[in-house]
Every structure is written in C-alpha cells, then in structure tokens.
Nanobody, 124 residues
C-alpha cells in the first residue's frame, strides 16, 4: 500500500522557518518525480518545488531562494524535505506531498500519489 505522510507544518511568524517532511513508502520511488504542492483557500493547488527522477530540482518563482527541496532514499522508503525560510504570510496554505511517474509499455500509464496535507500558517 502506497503511503505519503507529511509532517512539520505549523504556525510561524513572518521571516521564520519550517521544514516539512514527507515519508513515502509502499513501493520503490527511485524513478518518481517527488514534489510539494500547496493550496490556499479559494486558490487552485500549485506546484511549489519538485525533484525529478534524476534529482534535478524545480521551484516556483515565488519561492526561489527561500525554499529548498531535498530527498533521502533508504531501501523502499523515501523521505522528501522542504526547507522553508523567510516565510511570508502569502505562503500560508495546506502543503501536499506528491509522487508521480509516467511510463510507456504499449500504453501510457501514470502513477500519481498524494499525501493528506499539512497546514502551514504564517502570521504577519
């Protein structure tokens, strides 16, 4: 059973830091793109940061220079981190961990998994 479990959210003042963790288990995620998304009330879910299958990071413009995504592999369990510094009230949202992989074996198949989310609230 695939599980993505986020932790590390909370309430922090503007300018502060938080580190989110996502524990992914249930299959080998070595070829998966691992990402962090967020959704604020009334807004669509948006990409925050992503590590592709080769380990290359991608960041939303709004978080570049402030957030860092990283990952650690241990056997069949992968942990993905999001270090968030210089937090702003605009970063307030529910943050979701995502694992995604698309393969082609005669037909295109996409494997797409989400965690339950963790709330991040930044006060001004």
């Amino acid at each position: 059973q695939v599980q993505l479990v986020e932790s590390g959210g909370g309430l922090v003042q503007a300018g502060g830091s938080l580190r989110l963790s996502c524990a992914a288990s249930g299959r080998t995620f070595s070829s998966y793109a691992m990402g962090w998304y967020r959704q604020a009330p009334g807004n669509q879910r948006e990409l925050v940061a992503l590590i592709d299958g080769n380990g290359g990071p991608t960041y939303a413009e709004s978080v570049k220079g402030r957030f860092t995504i990283s990952q650690v592999n241990a056997n069949t369990k992968k942990t993905v981190y999001l270090q968030m510094n210089s937090l702003e009230p605009e970063d307030t949202a529910v943050y979701y961990c995502n694992a995604k992989r698309t393969i082609y074996d005669g037909a295109t198949k996409t494997f797409d998994y989400w965690g339950q989310g963790t709330q991040v609230t930044v006060s001004s």
